[in-house]
Protein backbone atom coordinates (compact mmCIF):
# COMPACT_ATOMS: atom_id res chain seq x y z
CA UNK A 1 0.00 0.00 0.00
CA UNK A 2 1.24 3.55 -0.96
CA UNK A 3 -0.25 6.63 1.41
CA UNK A 4 0.55 9.89 0.27
CA UNK A 5 0.38 12.31 3.68
CA UNK A 6 0.51 15.88 3.83
CA UNK A 7 -1.25 18.36 6.46
CA UNK A 8 -1.75 22.24 6.86
CA UNK A 9 0.11 22.52 9.80
CA UNK A 10 3.99 22.58 8.11
CA UNK A 11 5.95 19.49 7.29
CA UNK A 12 7.69 20.59 9.98
CA UNK A 13 5.21 19.73 12.79
CA UNK A 14 4.54 16.76 15.55
CA UNK A 15 1.65 15.73 14.02
CA UNK A 16 2.97 15.06 10.66
CA UNK A 17 5.69 13.40 11.91
CA UNK A 18 2.81 11.08 14.19
CA UNK A 19 1.12 10.37 11.33
CA UNK A 20 4.14 9.05 8.86
CA UNK A 21 5.16 6.50 12.26
CA UNK A 22 1.60 5.44 11.97
CA UNK A 23 1.30 5.23 8.40
CA UNK A 24 4.63 3.37 7.95
CA UNK A 25 3.39 0.27 9.66
CA UNK A 26 1.05 0.20 6.58
CA UNK A 27 3.01 0.48 3.72
CA UNK A 28 5.49 2.69 1.85
CA UNK A 29 4.94 6.40 2.43
CA UNK A 30 4.96 9.85 0.53
CA UNK A 31 5.08 13.05 2.17
CA UNK A 32 4.32 16.15 -0.08
CA UNK A 33 3.27 18.85 2.65
CA UNK A 34 3.46 22.81 2.88
CA UNK A 35 6.81 24.44 3.94
CA UNK A 36 4.93 26.83 6.71
CA UNK A 37 1.75 26.65 8.68
CA UNK A 38 -1.71 27.28 6.66
CA UNK A 39 -4.36 27.20 8.67
CA UNK A 40 -7.78 27.73 8.09
CA UNK A 41 -6.61 28.03 4.54
CA UNK A 42 -10.11 26.39 2.99
CA UNK A 43 -9.79 24.70 0.00
CA UNK A 44 -7.25 27.24 -1.80
CA UNK A 45 -5.47 26.15 -4.75
CA UNK A 46 -2.46 28.62 -5.76
CA UNK A 47 -3.21 29.97 -8.97
CA UNK A 48 -1.69 33.43 -9.56
CA UNK A 49 2.23 31.85 -8.81
CA UNK A 50 4.10 28.79 -9.37
CA UNK A 51 4.93 26.45 -7.10
CA UNK A 52 8.16 25.18 -5.48
CA UNK A 53 8.88 21.56 -4.20
CA UNK A 54 11.93 21.74 -1.87
CA UNK A 55 13.50 18.65 -0.44
CA UNK A 56 12.76 17.95 3.40
CA UNK A 57 15.72 15.90 5.35
CA UNK A 58 14.72 14.46 9.15
CA UNK A 59 16.99 12.37 11.10
CA UNK A 60 19.41 12.49 7.66
CA UNK A 61 17.26 11.36 5.37
CA UNK A 62 14.26 12.67 2.91
CA UNK A 63 11.38 12.88 5.26
CA UNK A 64 9.22 14.22 1.84
CA UNK A 65 8.49 17.34 -0.12
CA UNK A 66 7.90 20.94 1.39
CA UNK A 67 5.92 22.98 -0.96
CA UNK A 68 5.46 26.48 -1.12
CA UNK A 69 1.42 26.42 -1.17
CA UNK A 70 -1.84 25.23 0.37
CA UNK A 71 -2.57 21.67 1.64
CA UNK A 72 -4.91 21.32 -1.70
CA UNK A 73 -1.98 22.04 -3.46
CA UNK A 74 0.42 19.96 -1.83
CA UNK A 75 -1.73 16.53 -3.46
CA UNK A 76 -2.34 18.17 -6.94
CA UNK A 77 1.28 18.36 -7.21
CA UNK A 78 2.35 15.38 -5.70
CA UNK A 79 -0.26 13.46 -7.48
CA UNK A 80 -0.33 14.40 -10.88
CA UNK A 81 3.84 15.41 -11.09
CA UNK A 82 5.87 14.44 -8.20
CA UNK A 83 5.64 10.83 -7.18
CA UNK A 84 6.64 8.37 -9.13
CA UNK A 85 3.47 6.33 -8.36
CA UNK A 86 0.10 6.86 -7.35
CA UNK A 87 -0.97 6.49 -3.95
CA UNK A 88 -3.50 4.22 -2.45
CA UNK A 89 -5.01 6.60 -0.24
CA UNK A 90 -4.15 10.02 0.95
CA UNK A 91 -4.11 10.65 4.75
CA UNK A 92 -3.96 14.07 5.83
CA UNK A 93 -2.92 15.17 9.66
CA UNK A 94 -2.55 15.29 12.57
CA UNK A 95 -3.99 18.45 12.53
CA UNK A 96 -3.71 20.48 15.68
CA UNK A 97 -7.17 21.33 16.50
CA UNK A 98 -10.59 20.45 16.00
CA UNK A 99 -12.10 20.05 12.50
CA UNK A 100 -15.85 18.90 13.72
CA UNK A 101 -18.58 21.31 12.77
CA UNK A 102 -18.28 24.17 10.48
CA UNK A 103 -14.92 23.87 11.93
CA UNK A 104 -14.60 21.62 8.14
CA UNK A 105 -15.48 24.44 6.15
CA UNK A 106 -12.36 26.40 6.77
CA UNK A 107 -10.07 23.31 7.31
CA UNK A 108 -7.10 22.94 4.65
CA UNK A 109 -6.38 19.52 6.83
CA UNK A 110 -9.71 18.56 5.13
CA UNK A 111 -9.40 20.53 2.20
CA UNK A 112 -6.23 18.10 1.60
CA UNK A 113 -8.31 15.31 1.81
CA UNK A 114 -11.27 16.63 -0.65
CA UNK A 115 -8.58 17.03 -3.17
CA UNK A 116 -7.84 13.92 -2.91
CA UNK A 117 -11.11 12.23 -3.08
CA UNK A 118 -11.99 14.15 -6.71
CA UNK A 119 -8.77 12.61 -7.89
CA UNK A 120 -10.29 9.49 -7.30
CA UNK A 121 -8.01 7.89 -4.33
CA UNK A 122 -9.67 7.26 -1.31
CA UNK A 123 -9.07 9.60 1.50
CA UNK A 124 -9.14 10.81 5.11
CA UNK A 125 -8.49 13.83 7.35
CA UNK A 126 -7.39 13.23 10.88
CA UNK A 127 -7.55 16.47 13.64
CA UNK A 128 -6.70 16.06 17.28
CA UNK A 129 -9.28 17.89 19.31
CA UNK A 130 -6.54 20.25 20.92
CA UNK A 131 -4.85 23.10 20.27
CA UNK A 132 -1.45 22.58 22.07
CA UNK A 133 1.73 21.76 19.66
CA UNK A 134 3.02 19.77 22.57
CA UNK A 135 0.21 17.16 22.82
CA UNK A 136 0.36 13.83 22.95
CA UNK A 137 -0.12 12.88 19.18
CA UNK A 138 0.17 8.44 19.92
CA UNK A 139 -3.30 8.21 20.47
CA UNK A 140 -4.50 10.04 17.37
CA UNK A 141 -1.83 8.16 15.00
CA UNK A 142 -3.37 4.94 16.51
CA UNK A 143 -7.18 6.08 15.57
CA UNK A 144 -5.81 7.19 11.98
CA UNK A 145 -3.65 4.07 11.46
CA UNK A 146 -7.07 1.72 12.29
CA UNK A 147 -9.62 4.12 9.72
CA UNK A 148 -7.09 3.98 7.09
CA UNK A 149 -6.93 0.35 6.94
CA UNK A 150 -10.43 0.10 6.67
CA UNK A 151 -10.56 3.26 4.32
CA UNK A 152 -9.37 0.67 1.13
CA UNK A 153 -12.44 -1.99 2.17
CA UNK A 154 -15.08 0.65 2.79
CA UNK A 155 -15.23 1.73 -1.49
CA UNK A 156 -16.68 5.01 -0.67
CA UNK A 157 -18.06 6.94 -3.72
CA UNK A 158 -15.47 9.83 -5.72
CA UNK A 159 -16.03 13.28 -3.58
CA UNK A 160 -16.61 11.38 -0.22
CA UNK A 161 -13.82 11.50 2.41
CA UNK A 162 -13.60 10.63 6.09
CA UNK A 163 -13.09 13.53 8.30
CA UNK A 164 -11.95 11.99 11.57
CA UNK A 165 -11.88 13.63 14.75
CA UNK A 166 -9.47 12.08 17.68
CA UNK A 167 -10.81 13.99 21.93
CA UNK A 168 -7.34 15.25 23.52
CA UNK A 169 -7.84 12.27 26.18
CA UNK A 170 -5.48 9.98 28.42
CA UNK A 171 -6.06 6.23 26.55
CA UNK A 172 -7.61 4.42 29.64
CA UNK A 173 -10.55 7.51 28.97
CA UNK A 174 -11.17 6.74 25.48
CA UNK A 175 -14.17 4.87 24.33
CA UNK A 176 -13.53 3.97 21.02
CA UNK A 177 -14.43 4.89 17.01
CA UNK A 178 -17.61 5.82 16.02
CA UNK A 179 -19.54 6.82 12.79
CA UNK A 180 -20.72 10.87 13.05
CA UNK A 181 -22.28 13.24 11.25
CA UNK A 182 -21.07 16.90 10.97
CA UNK A 183 -22.46 19.65 13.83
CA UNK A 184 -24.27 21.91 13.53
CA UNK A 185 -21.90 24.24 16.11
CA UNK A 186 -20.17 26.89 15.11
CA UNK A 187 -17.99 30.39 16.51
CA UNK A 188 -19.11 33.65 18.47
CA UNK A 189 -16.61 35.09 16.80
CA UNK A 190 -15.40 39.10 16.23
CA UNK A 191 -12.30 41.19 15.52
CA UNK A 192 -10.04 42.69 18.79
CA UNK A 193 -8.85 46.33 17.60
CA UNK A 194 -5.52 47.16 18.35
CA UNK A 195 -3.50 50.21 17.42
CA UNK A 196 -0.07 50.62 15.80
CA UNK A 197 2.53 52.85 17.04
CA UNK A 198 1.40 55.20 14.23
CA UNK A 199 -2.06 55.04 16.13
CA UNK A 200 -3.72 53.04 13.11
CA UNK A 201 -5.82 50.47 13.38
CA UNK A 202 -5.63 46.92 12.92
CA UNK A 203 -8.05 44.12 13.99
CA UNK A 204 -7.27 40.36 15.24
CA UNK A 205 -9.77 37.59 14.70
CA UNK A 206 -10.82 35.47 18.06
CA UNK A 207 -13.78 33.95 19.03
CA UNK A 208 -14.99 31.10 21.10
CA UNK A 209 -16.82 27.76 19.40
CA UNK A 210 -20.37 27.64 20.60
CA UNK A 211 -22.77 24.96 20.98
CA UNK A 212 -25.64 26.00 18.37
CA UNK A 213 -27.71 22.41 18.83
CA UNK A 214 -26.84 19.26 20.27
CA UNK A 215 -26.83 15.76 18.44
CA UNK A 216 -26.01 12.42 19.91
CA UNK A 217 -24.66 11.61 16.47
CA UNK A 218 -22.84 14.78 15.51
CA UNK A 219 -18.82 14.58 15.18
CA UNK A 220 -18.50 17.30 18.40
CA UNK A 221 -20.95 15.54 20.56
CA UNK A 222 -18.95 12.12 20.24
CA UNK A 223 -15.54 13.93 20.60
CA UNK A 224 -16.80 15.59 23.74
CA UNK A 225 -18.19 12.23 24.97
CA UNK A 226 -14.69 10.47 24.80
CA UNK A 227 -15.02 8.55 20.96
CA UNK A 228 -12.80 9.24 17.81
CA UNK A 229 -15.16 10.47 15.48
CA UNK A 230 -15.44 9.31 11.59
CA UNK A 231 -18.01 11.72 9.53
CA UNK A 232 -18.03 10.86 6.04
CA UNK A 233 -18.11 14.49 3.95
CA UNK A 234 -18.81 15.33 0.44
CA UNK A 235 -18.78 18.17 -1.86
CA UNK A 236 -22.18 18.09 -2.84
CA UNK A 237 -23.42 21.32 -1.80
CA UNK A 238 -27.08 22.17 -3.72
CA UNK A 239 -29.39 22.01 -0.95
CA UNK A 240 -31.90 20.16 -2.62
CA UNK A 241 -34.59 20.83 0.04
CA UNK A 242 -34.69 24.46 -0.76
CA UNK A 243 -34.51 23.65 -4.55
CA UNK A 244 -37.37 21.63 -4.43
CA UNK A 245 -39.07 24.51 -2.46
CA UNK A 246 -37.95 27.49 -4.60
CA UNK A 247 -39.00 26.04 -8.17
CA UNK A 248 -42.20 27.63 -7.45
CA UNK A 249 -40.71 30.75 -7.05
CA UNK A 250 -39.74 32.86 -10.11
CA UNK A 251 -37.26 35.20 -10.99
CA UNK A 252 -38.11 37.52 -13.22
CA UNK A 253 -35.80 39.77 -15.65
CA UNK B 1 -32.40 47.88 2.01
CA UNK B 2 -28.68 47.83 3.46
CA UNK B 3 -26.59 45.84 0.59
CA UNK B 4 -22.62 44.79 1.65
CA UNK B 5 -20.62 43.87 -1.32
CA UNK B 6 -18.12 42.29 -1.36
CA UNK B 7 -16.12 39.57 -4.34
CA UNK B 8 -12.98 37.84 -4.62
CA UNK B 9 -10.58 39.84 -7.67
CA UNK B 10 -10.01 42.94 -5.38
CA UNK B 11 -12.02 45.97 -4.85
CA UNK B 12 -10.56 47.86 -8.07
CA UNK B 13 -12.10 45.13 -10.59
CA UNK B 14 -14.46 45.97 -12.96
CA UNK B 15 -16.95 43.29 -11.44
CA UNK B 16 -17.01 45.05 -8.18
CA UNK B 17 -17.68 48.47 -10.04
CA UNK B 18 -20.37 46.87 -12.14
CA UNK B 19 -22.23 44.71 -8.92
CA UNK B 20 -22.44 48.33 -7.18
CA UNK B 21 -23.80 50.33 -9.61
CA UNK B 22 -26.87 47.54 -9.62
CA UNK B 23 -27.40 47.44 -6.00
CA UNK B 24 -26.85 50.91 -5.77
CA UNK B 25 -30.49 50.74 -7.56
CA UNK B 26 -32.00 48.38 -4.32
CA UNK B 27 -30.40 50.37 -1.37
CA UNK B 28 -27.66 51.59 0.66
CA UNK B 29 -24.59 50.01 -0.58
CA UNK B 30 -21.52 49.43 1.29
CA UNK B 31 -18.51 47.60 0.14
CA UNK B 32 -15.43 44.98 2.21
CA UNK B 33 -13.39 43.54 -0.36
CA UNK B 34 -9.60 42.32 -0.57
CA UNK B 35 -7.38 44.59 -1.58
CA UNK B 36 -5.96 42.54 -4.13
CA UNK B 37 -7.00 39.37 -6.41
CA UNK B 38 -8.12 36.49 -4.12
CA UNK B 39 -8.82 33.99 -6.97
CA UNK B 40 -9.01 30.71 -5.66
CA UNK B 41 -8.40 30.93 -2.05
CA UNK B 42 -11.64 28.65 -1.18
CA UNK B 43 -12.86 29.58 2.38
CA UNK B 44 -9.80 31.04 3.95
CA UNK B 45 -9.86 33.32 6.96
CA UNK B 46 -6.51 35.07 7.98
CA UNK B 47 -6.05 33.94 11.93
CA UNK B 48 -1.97 34.43 12.03
CA UNK B 49 -1.60 37.62 11.15
CA UNK B 50 -4.23 40.90 11.94
CA UNK B 51 -6.07 42.46 9.33
CA UNK B 52 -5.76 45.92 8.53
CA UNK B 53 -8.92 48.32 6.47
CA UNK B 54 -8.21 50.78 4.03
CA UNK B 55 -10.63 53.54 2.45
CA UNK B 56 -10.71 53.07 -0.97
CA UNK B 57 -11.37 56.45 -3.76
CA UNK B 58 -12.64 55.99 -6.25
CA UNK B 59 -13.90 58.95 -8.84
CA UNK B 60 -13.08 61.63 -5.80
CA UNK B 61 -15.23 59.67 -2.87
CA UNK B 62 -14.96 56.52 -0.57
CA UNK B 63 -16.17 53.61 -2.67
CA UNK B 64 -15.13 51.03 0.67
CA UNK B 65 -12.42 49.55 3.03
CA UNK B 66 -9.90 47.59 1.16
CA UNK B 67 -9.00 44.66 3.15
CA UNK B 68 -5.99 42.53 3.23
CA UNK B 69 -7.42 39.38 3.45
CA UNK B 70 -9.62 36.82 1.87
CA UNK B 71 -13.48 37.56 0.80
CA UNK B 72 -14.71 35.85 4.06
CA UNK B 73 -12.51 37.91 5.82
CA UNK B 74 -14.45 41.12 4.47
CA UNK B 75 -17.80 39.51 5.18
CA UNK B 76 -16.79 38.31 8.72
CA UNK B 77 -14.39 42.05 9.58
CA UNK B 78 -17.37 44.23 7.69
CA UNK B 79 -20.29 42.92 9.34
CA UNK B 80 -18.95 42.41 13.13
CA UNK B 81 -16.90 45.57 13.35
CA UNK B 82 -16.35 48.23 10.31
CA UNK B 83 -20.22 49.17 9.03
CA UNK B 84 -22.17 50.97 11.23
CA UNK B 85 -25.61 49.07 10.22
CA UNK B 86 -25.75 45.21 10.07
CA UNK B 87 -26.94 45.02 6.17
CA UNK B 88 -29.76 43.29 5.21
CA UNK B 89 -28.17 41.32 2.21
CA UNK B 90 -24.40 40.45 1.07
CA UNK B 91 -23.57 40.09 -2.36
CA UNK B 92 -20.16 38.73 -3.50
CA UNK B 93 -19.20 39.42 -7.21
CA UNK B 94 -19.39 40.07 -10.12
CA UNK B 95 -16.59 37.17 -10.18
CA UNK B 96 -14.40 36.84 -13.66
CA UNK B 97 -15.13 33.18 -14.12
CA UNK B 98 -17.77 30.70 -13.94
CA UNK B 99 -18.41 29.10 -10.07
CA UNK B 100 -20.85 26.03 -11.84
CA UNK B 101 -20.04 22.23 -10.31
CA UNK B 102 -16.47 21.83 -8.44
CA UNK B 103 -15.61 25.58 -8.67
CA UNK B 104 -17.92 26.43 -6.34
CA UNK B 105 -15.48 24.70 -3.64
CA UNK B 106 -12.47 26.76 -4.52
CA UNK B 107 -14.36 30.06 -5.29
CA UNK B 108 -13.50 33.43 -2.57
CA UNK B 109 -16.67 34.64 -4.34
CA UNK B 110 -18.96 31.87 -2.71
CA UNK B 111 -16.90 31.71 0.65
CA UNK B 112 -17.54 35.25 0.90
CA UNK B 113 -21.88 34.48 0.69
CA UNK B 114 -21.56 31.16 2.67
CA UNK B 115 -19.66 33.44 5.33
CA UNK B 116 -22.48 35.65 5.32
CA UNK B 117 -25.26 33.10 5.41
CA UNK B 118 -23.57 31.49 8.48
CA UNK B 119 -23.69 35.00 10.15
CA UNK B 120 -27.82 34.76 9.58
CA UNK B 121 -27.75 37.44 6.40
CA UNK B 122 -29.43 36.43 2.83
CA UNK B 123 -26.65 35.79 0.90
CA UNK B 124 -26.02 35.62 -2.81
CA UNK B 125 -22.51 35.08 -4.90
CA UNK B 126 -22.52 36.24 -8.55
CA UNK B 127 -20.50 34.79 -11.35
CA UNK B 128 -20.11 36.13 -14.97
CA UNK B 129 -18.91 33.04 -16.88
CA UNK B 130 -15.78 34.81 -18.87
CA UNK B 131 -12.35 35.02 -17.57
CA UNK B 132 -11.83 38.07 -20.12
CA UNK B 133 -11.78 40.99 -17.70
CA UNK B 134 -12.90 43.46 -20.61
CA UNK B 135 -15.90 41.27 -20.28
CA UNK B 136 -18.76 42.88 -20.75
CA UNK B 137 -21.15 43.08 -17.08
CA UNK B 138 -24.62 44.66 -17.44
CA UNK B 139 -26.11 41.22 -18.26
CA UNK B 140 -25.02 39.78 -14.78
CA UNK B 141 -25.69 42.90 -13.06
CA UNK B 142 -29.54 43.04 -14.11
CA UNK B 143 -29.32 39.45 -13.42
CA UNK B 144 -27.64 39.96 -9.95
CA UNK B 145 -30.67 42.66 -9.25
CA UNK B 146 -33.11 40.42 -10.26
CA UNK B 147 -31.95 37.91 -7.95
CA UNK B 148 -31.31 40.41 -5.03
CA UNK B 149 -34.76 41.65 -5.15
CA UNK B 150 -35.93 38.01 -4.26
CA UNK B 151 -33.33 36.78 -2.18
CA UNK B 152 -35.19 38.89 1.05
CA UNK B 153 -38.91 37.07 0.02
CA UNK B 154 -37.44 33.51 0.16
CA UNK B 155 -36.27 32.93 3.31
CA UNK B 156 -33.52 30.55 2.91
CA UNK B 157 -32.69 28.59 5.88
CA UNK B 158 -29.32 30.05 7.62
CA UNK B 159 -26.32 27.98 5.97
CA UNK B 160 -27.99 28.07 2.78
CA UNK B 161 -27.03 30.54 -0.14
CA UNK B 162 -27.69 31.03 -3.98
CA UNK B 163 -24.65 31.02 -6.18
CA UNK B 164 -26.34 33.22 -9.20
CA UNK B 165 -23.73 31.68 -12.65
CA UNK B 166 -24.67 34.18 -15.75
CA UNK B 167 -23.35 33.10 -19.43
CA UNK B 168 -21.47 35.34 -21.12
CA UNK B 169 -23.43 35.57 -24.45
CA UNK B 170 -24.97 39.45 -26.11
CA UNK B 171 -28.40 39.95 -24.32
CA UNK B 172 -30.73 39.28 -26.96
CA UNK B 173 -29.17 35.56 -26.68
CA UNK B 174 -30.20 35.27 -23.19
CA UNK B 175 -33.28 33.35 -22.16
CA UNK B 176 -33.64 33.88 -18.60
CA UNK B 177 -32.98 33.12 -14.66
CA UNK B 178 -33.77 29.60 -13.96
CA UNK B 179 -32.75 27.26 -10.45
CA UNK B 180 -30.35 24.59 -10.97
CA UNK B 181 -28.29 22.05 -9.01
CA UNK B 182 -24.29 22.28 -8.70
CA UNK B 183 -23.04 19.86 -11.72
CA UNK B 184 -20.63 17.38 -11.56
CA UNK B 185 -17.95 18.24 -14.00
CA UNK B 186 -14.26 19.13 -12.61
CA UNK B 187 -10.95 19.95 -13.73
CA UNK B 188 -8.34 17.54 -15.76
CA UNK B 189 -5.47 19.33 -14.55
CA UNK B 190 -2.05 19.12 -13.79
CA UNK B 191 1.01 21.12 -13.67
CA UNK B 192 3.58 22.42 -16.40
CA UNK B 193 7.02 22.46 -15.54
CA UNK B 194 9.89 25.21 -16.03
CA UNK B 195 13.34 25.83 -14.93
CA UNK B 196 14.36 29.22 -13.84
CA UNK B 197 17.94 30.65 -14.69
CA UNK B 198 19.39 28.43 -12.30
CA UNK B 199 17.77 25.59 -13.49
CA UNK B 200 15.50 24.74 -10.73
CA UNK B 201 11.67 23.46 -11.52
CA UNK B 202 8.77 25.66 -10.66
CA UNK B 203 5.36 24.34 -11.33
CA UNK B 204 2.41 26.09 -12.71
CA UNK B 205 -1.35 25.43 -12.07
CA UNK B 206 -3.01 24.55 -15.48
CA UNK B 207 -6.10 22.47 -16.79
CA UNK B 208 -9.07 22.49 -18.59
CA UNK B 209 -12.84 22.03 -17.30
CA UNK B 210 -14.15 18.44 -18.88
CA UNK B 211 -17.82 17.31 -19.10
CA UNK B 212 -18.46 13.95 -16.76
CA UNK B 213 -21.67 13.61 -16.48
CA UNK B 214 -24.31 15.69 -18.24
CA UNK B 215 -27.67 16.50 -15.91
CA UNK B 216 -30.10 18.54 -17.57
CA UNK B 217 -30.77 20.86 -14.70
CA UNK B 218 -27.46 21.18 -13.47
CA UNK B 219 -25.51 24.97 -13.47
CA UNK B 220 -23.33 24.16 -15.97
CA UNK B 221 -25.74 22.38 -18.30
CA UNK B 222 -27.98 25.69 -18.00
CA UNK B 223 -25.29 28.15 -18.61
CA UNK B 224 -24.34 26.57 -21.52
CA UNK B 225 -27.85 26.75 -22.32
CA UNK B 226 -28.23 30.37 -22.22
CA UNK B 227 -29.86 30.66 -18.72
CA UNK B 228 -28.44 32.57 -15.42
CA UNK B 229 -28.25 29.57 -12.92
CA UNK B 230 -29.59 30.31 -9.74
CA UNK B 231 -28.15 27.26 -7.21
CA UNK B 232 -29.07 26.87 -3.52
CA UNK B 233 -25.72 25.79 -1.79
CA UNK B 234 -25.23 24.73 1.96
CA UNK B 235 -22.58 23.05 3.97
CA UNK B 236 -24.37 20.26 5.12
CA UNK B 237 -21.37 18.34 4.44
CA UNK B 238 -22.00 14.70 5.18
CA UNK B 239 -23.19 12.25 3.07
CA UNK B 240 -25.77 10.72 5.04
CA UNK B 241 -26.42 7.73 2.04
CA UNK B 242 -22.64 7.07 2.92
CA UNK B 243 -23.32 7.29 6.49
CA UNK B 244 -26.09 5.19 7.06
CA UNK B 245 -24.05 2.69 4.78
CA UNK B 246 -21.08 2.30 6.78
CA UNK B 247 -23.18 2.21 9.90
CA UNK B 248 -22.52 -1.61 9.39
CA UNK B 249 -18.89 -1.16 8.96
CA UNK B 250 -16.96 -1.80 12.29
CA UNK B 251 -13.59 0.61 13.03
CA UNK B 252 -12.19 -1.56 15.52
CA UNK B 253 -8.65 -0.14 17.53
Redesign the interface.
Known amino acids: MRILVTNDDGIDSPGIHALVGAMRRLGDVDVVAPDR?Q??????????S????TPFYRDGSMFGWAING?P??CV??GV??LLEHRPDIVVSGINHGSNTS?N???SGTV?AA?EGT?MGIPSMAVSLCDFDHSADMSLAA??AE??AR?LL??Q??QG?LLNVNVPAIPRHEFR????A??GHN?WD???E??RDPQG??????TGKFVTISRLDDADDALVGEGF?A???????????D??QR??S?G???
Not at 43 to 48: E, M, P
Not at 176 to 179: E, P, V
Not at 200 to 205: D, E, F, G
Open positions: QSAVGHALTVAPLRATADKLSTVAIYSTLDVAVRQLLPTGIRLRQSDGYVRRPYYWLAVTPLHYELTNFEYLLFFEL
